[in-house]
């Protein structure tokens, strides 16, 4: 089962963003390099406000040490790769969110471990938190550069057959991601609701609270519903795979990470909801 997930959560994540790459052209980033504060913002803005955001709602759910340090991690991580994903559904601005997830990663080495040192600061004991370099260029390569860069290539090269394929790669990636959250609850039913049931509230207000902030940081600087929805979404979807291997590999503290699978398993149904009432209202105002 494990292999069966470990193997398809990349390659529907690869499908999904090759579609995320047909459905853009040059000019979207041309549009991107006007927004600077846009974009600065969605880069430092995490980084700066959502290991506060953490902690604070750690001592309001009154989270074990355990819990609030995996909550921190999650937060000090760069952009998740499935942000692009949820702004590609909602109809938002992609390659916003393809340039920001990029520099994320990219500035990452540098961003995790001064976060880090604001952790250890709050647990009140040290922590060696660093970046794992070698899957951040792996997930900027292989999770992002290169499926967007042939979904843009396959536009060019073979425009008709490319714009055929865009939406039936959308499907069946949607399809693949939900069947594979279905597969990783079913792994370890116990063990999931054992989790749940001191965590997942706490990851569900992290998840809502990341995202508004997002949004409202947006607010100022876009007058584009799209723009801020990104926001929201680059705020809201952290990298859970960096955040593991560094709980596993670099803290040998396995219980840093369940915090960040309950997480995963949190935001994903929620910003699916989100991307459906943004779509919605988008249609409501358009009529």
Not at 65 to 84: D, H, K, Q, R, Y
Not at 116 to 136: H, T
Not at 228 to 249: E, P, S
Not at 252 to 269: H, W
């Amino acid at each position: 089962m494990r292999t069966l997930i470990g193997t398809a959560v990349p390659t529907m994540t690869f499908l999904l963003l090759v579609a995320v790459g047909i459905d853009l052209t040059a000019r979207d980033f041309a549009r991107v390099r006007q927004q600077r504060a846009l974009v600065l913002t969605g880069l430092f803005g995490p980084i700066i406000l959502l290991p506060p955001l953490a902690a604070l709602l750690a001592r309001m759910f009154g989270a074990s040490a355990e819990i609030a340090a995996g909550m921190l991690l999650v937060a000090v991580c760069p952009i998740g790769s499935v942000s692009n994903l949820y702004s590609y559904l909602a109809r938002a601005s992609t390659a916003l969110a393809v340039t920001l997830t990029g520099l994320s990663c990219l500035l990452a080495s540098v961003t995790i471990p001064l976060a880090g040192r604001g952790v250890s600061y709050f647990l009140g004991r040290p922590l060696q938190i660093e970046a794992p370099i070698g899957l951040l260029a792996a997930q900027l390569l292989v999770v992002l550069a290169l499926p967007v860069a042939l979904g843009m290539w396959a536009r060019r090269a073979i425009a008709p057959l490319a714009l055929r394929a865009a939406p039936i790669l959308q499907r069946v990636s949607v399809a693949g991601t939900l069947v594979i959250l279905g597969l990783i609850v079913a792994d370890d039913w116990a063990a999931f609701v054992g989790e749940l049931s001191g965590t997942v509230s706490l990851a569900a207000a992290f998840v809502v609270a990341s995202a508004a902030v997002g949004w409202a940081s947006g607010v100022p600087l876009s007058t584009n519903r799209g723009d801020r929805f990104t926001m929201a979404a680059q705020f809201g979807a952290r990298n859970i795979g960096v955040a593991t291997a560094i709980a596993v590999t670099f803290l040998g503290r396995l219980g840093f990470a369940r915090f960040a699978a309950t997480y995963s398993l949190v935001e994903l149904p929620l910003m699916l909801a989100a991307v459906v009432l943004f779509r919605r209202t988008s249609q409501t105002e358009a009529a």
